[in-house]
């Protein structure tokens, strides 16, 4: 099945309800055997067993930038391309997006508290992950405060396009500045500094998140169809309705006339 | 096997607690506003509005779930 088979709305619902289920199970089982290697992972000799919390902040702060950039791909296919569930797309990742990067926060917060010695520092990256979660909700404003859905897809599309400048800054942020934030253990020239014994639960569980949110955005998609199905139809039905008391009016008036005459 | 959090285990269970309340909220969000657009297109279907195509409005979530 091609991307151009998927433009066809009703295929992608038949799609989704085929793969869903699978994908949900795969999602399943795999944050079970994340969790069960997070909870089995030595204290670091440092951290000691805060290091923990590393394995759910992590993919989230990953997937918060992830989940832009599948949102910036999106929106050139709204722009460029005009596919046409590309907005589609779009509005139902804002979110989720939000939703893992108010995560990554949060988490980050509770990290920081017990090794940094405070909740929050307004310092290079975690001040563009705050922006980066502003954004989504600003996103998500914009979608409600457009009612039509394909000129609400071409603001929004600018604008997440706009704002994918902050992801090269969120990423580059703690080798540019100088943040308390640790800078890049993973992703990194020279290959990871993690030890197999947290990398390993670490990567499981980046997996499990990424399932997640390609579960959770596929039927969120699916939705924002039916949602849009609902409105086209009622659009025609309050036409309908418009139609008929028209003519309705029309005749009453005819009558009239013809009994004045 | 019991797991120690040592000191800070406050800080590790609200990290966890909070991820699974998101994503259970998250979820829960995702299941009803299925359940309400696929209920919306039933009650447009049972006034008579049908899709250009000339199906009715809840024959794909039907059949496919």
Redesign the interface.
Known sequence: MSLIDLANP?RF??L??RVLPWLAGATVILLAIGLYQS?LAP?DYQQ???V??MF??VP?AWLSMFVWGVMSIASLGTLVWRHPLADVAAKAAA??GA?FT??AL??GS??G??MWGTYWEWDARLTSVLILFLMYLGLMALWRAVDDPSRAARAAAVLTLVGAINLPIIKFSVDWWNTLHQPASVMRMGGSSLDKSFLIPLLVMAIAFTL?FVT?HL??M??EI??R??RS??M??AS?VAFSSELGTGSREENASKGAA | MM???????S??V???A??AL??V???G??VL??RS??E??RE?DR?G?T?RSGRS?VD??RQ??
């Not at chain 2, 797991?3 to 285990?9: D, E, R, V």
């Open positions: 009703t619902l038949a989704t309800a909870a204290d000691g067993a805060t923990k919390i759910i902040h989230n979110p989720i939703a108010f995560l949060l988490t509770l990290w508290r017990p997640l959770l039927a969120a699916r939705n039916l949602r199905r609902v139809l009622q025609m039905q309908r | 797991m120690s959090l040592g000191p800070y285990a800080f590790i609200t990290s966890y909070a991820a998101v994503v909220i998250l979820i969000w995702i506003d299925y657009q696929t919306r297109l447009l006034s509005v899709r409005a794909t979530p496919l779930t």
